[in-house]
């Protein structure tokens, strides 16, 4: 599998923050810090890709403001980089039922564009990484770590929600318990400043 460094992801991120600046970076860079510590305990899991993902999941974002089309760009982006393996993760951290009926937001993307989106998740299986990203995104704001609920509320305020919100919710818990399972211990045990971040 053929990923980019530290060093070159950093580059990736500092190059879109200059396009797009905003919030989204420092929620960039928590996410790949809890998929970090998460992974360095997880039996499975290798915790240089899993913070590299997590730092690139939103790196669609660089073109712009937009909303569904941030994962497809991400995707496009990075396999116009020669990343094709990461390049997944631009759109499975956004699609966690595998039906784009599920995304709250604005669809800004194109009727083949759309078509394409839902050919592309219902054909690949989900791994422990892109379900890794799903978690990690909800886990951080871009001020720190917080607690899952603080983070879905803030997204349904700014976003909205869809038929499919408490089944993601639901998803997403039962996914937090498996991981938990895995590494022996609560997730928040990993993540400084969790609770402080949370209730400020």
């Known amino acids: 599998m053929r990923i980019p460094d530290r060093d070159t992801a ?57 909303y569904m089309r941030h994962s497809l760009d991400g995707y496009h982006f990075l396999q116009q980089q020669g990343y094709d393996d990461i390049a997944r993760i631009c759109i499975t951290h956004t699609f966690w039922l595998k039906h784009l009926d599920e995304y709250p937001g604005k669809w800004d993307c194109s009727e083949e564009e759309i078509q394409f989106l839902e050919s592309y998740i219902t054909s690949i299986e989900y791994n422990e990484y892109d379900w890794l990203i799903q978690l990690c995104d909800c886990l951080a704001l871009p001020t720190g770590f917080c607690l899952l609920e603080k983070r879905l509320v803030d997204v349904a305020l700014r976003y909205g929600t869809t038929k499919y919100t408490a089944v993601k919710w639901n998803l997403l818990f039962e996914n937090k318990v498996k991981f938990e399972q895995k590494i022996g211990r609560s997730i928040y045990d990993l993540l400084p400043g969790v609770r402080e971040n949370t209730f400020s």
């Open 10 to 66: 950093t580059k990736f991120l500092m190059e879109a923050e200059r396009l797009n600046p905003g919030n989204w970076v420092p929620h960039s860079l928590f996410t790949a810090q809890a998929a970090e510590v998460i992974a360095k305990v997880h039996p499975e899991l290798d915790s240089e890709l899993a913070y590299v993902m997590g730092y690139l999941h939103d790196i669609g974002r660089r073109a712009g403001i937009t």
